[in-house]
């Protein structure tokens, strides 16, 4: 994660872009990639989708963590840490349920 973080800071530092970088757009623009990524799913199976746009579909993802990344960049958040304290909530509030829990 620390690499990909350096890298995409790194591209937009080279270009001087950080300055049009402010958190409103930022989110924005991870909301426009999330809907350009649902775009190679419309009217089709996810088989199909994936078929005829994968190449695509990675772009978009890549797209949306590049903009995540600055986001936490600009927010001075720590992405690492706040997916694995995200993990042990999500862990604590969906419990693994044994099948023999969920048989009764």
Avoid at 1 to 20: G, H, N, P, S
Avoid at 25 to 43: P, V, Y
Avoid at 64 to 81: F, S
Wanted: no cysteine; proline share 1%.
């Amino acid at each position: 994660m620390k690499e990909i973080q350096q890298r995409v800071l790194a591209f937009r530092d080279e270009r001087d872009w950080k300055k049009y970088h402010n958190e409103k757009d930022l989110a924005l623009s991870i909301s426009l990639e999330a809907s350009e990524l649902l775009e190679n799913f419309q009217w089709k199976t996810s088989e199909e989708a994936i078929i005829e746009s994968k190449q695509n579909i990675k772009e978009e993802m890549a797209d949306i963590l590049i903009y995540l990344v600055q986001l936490a960049d600009k927010m001075e958040i720590n992405l690492e840490e706040e997916v694995l304290r995200k993990l042990v909530k999500n862990a604590m509030k969906y419990p693994v349920i044994g099948i023999e829990e969920t048989s009764k």
